[in-house]
Antibody
Framework: EVQLVQSGAEVMKPGESLTISCQAS????????ISWVRQMPGKGLEWMGRIDPGDSYTDYSPSFQGHVTISADKSIRTAFLHWSSLEASDTATYYC????????WGKGTTVTVSS | EIVLTQSPGTLSLSPGERATLSCRAS??????LAWYQQNPGQPPRLVIY???SRATGIPDRFSGSGSGTDFTLTISRLEPEDFAVYYC?????????FGQGTKVEIK
C-alpha cells in the first residue's frame, strides 16, 4: 500500500526552529515529486513547494520562498519541511502529497505556534 | 502566478441532485487540472486529474471536463458522503495553485 506517514503534532514558541517529516512507503520514493501544502485553521489549501527526491531539486511558491526549506533523504524515504524561526502565523496543518496531481496525501501535521 | 477562481462559493443541494462546480484559470493550464474533495478534519482526496480522469476508487457519478481556462466538476447524483469542500488545483505552471474551494452542503 502506498502511504505517506507524517510526524506528529507540534506546539512551539515564536522564534523556535522546527522540522516536520513525511515518510513514504509502498512505491519508489525517488520517482515522484513530494509537495507540501499548508492549511491554516478554517481556510483553504496553499501550495508551498515541492521536491524531486531523486535529485533534491526544489521549487517554491514565492509566498513561502525564504521562510521554509524543503529537503529529502532518499536513504530513509523521507521528505522534510523546516523552519528556522517560526512565527505565530505559521500555525496551520501541513500536508505532504505525492506526485504533481497529488494522488496520495499524508494525514497532516498540526503545528501550533504560540507564546 | 495563475489564479484559480471557483464558483459558487457554496452550493446547497439535496441528496440525489446534480452538482456542477466551476473552476476558471487566469491563463491556460492545458489539461493539468485536478479536483480534490476534503471532509472536515481529513486530508484532501484526489477526485479528478488531467481535467477529466477519475482517480482510483472514485465512483463514476463524478466527472470532470474542460481544458485551457474553464473546467467543471459534475457530481451526477449526490450521495450523503459527497457533501464536502472541493478544490481545484493546476499543475501546469509553477507555482502550483489551488482555487479557494466550493462547499457542497446539504439543503
Amino acid at each position: 500500500e502506498v502511504q505517506l506517514v507524517q510526524s506528529g503534532a507540534e506546539v512551539m514558541k515564536p522564534g523556535e526552529s522546527l522540522t516536520i517529516s513525511c515518510q513514504a512507503s509502498g512505491y519508489s520514493f525517488p520517482s515522484y515529486w513530494i509537495s507540501w501544502v499548508r492549511q491554516m485553521p478554517g481556510k483553504g489549501l496553499e501550495w508551498m513547494g515541492r521536491i524531486d527526491p531523486g535529485d533534491s531539486y526544489t521549487d517554491y511558491s514565492p509566498s513561502f520562498q525564504g521562510h521554509v526549506t524543503i529537503s529529502a533523504d532518499k536513504s530513509i524515504r523521507t521528505a522534510f519541511l523546516h523552519w528556522s524561526s517560526l512565527e505565530a502565523s505559521d500555525t496551520a496543518t501541513y500536508y505532504c502529497a505525492r506526485r504533481e496531481d497529488m494522488d496520495v496525501w499524508g494525514k497532516g501535521t498540526t503545528v501550533t505556534v504560540s507564546s | 502566478e495563475i489564479v484559480l477562481t471557483q464558483s459558487p462559493g457554496t452550493l446547497s443541494l439535496s441528496p440525489g441532485e446534480r452538482a456542477t462546480l466551476s473552476c476558471r484559470a487566469s491563463q491556460s493550464v492545458s489539461s493539468y487540472l485536478a479536483w480534490y474533495q476534503q471532509n472536515p478534519g481529513q486530508p484532501p482526496r484526489l477526485v479528478i486529474y488531467g481535467a477529466s480522469s477519475r482517480a482510483t476508487g472514485i465512483p463514476d457519478r463524478f466527472s470532470g471536463s474542460g481544458s485551457g481556462t474553464d473546467f467543471t466538476l459534475t457530481i451526477s447524483r449526490l450521495e450523503p458522503e459527497d457533501f464536502a469542500v472541493y478544490y481545484c488545483q493546476q499543475y501546469d505552471i509553477s507555482p502550483r495553485t489551488f482555487g479557494q474551494g466550493t462547499k457542497v452542503e446539504i439543503k
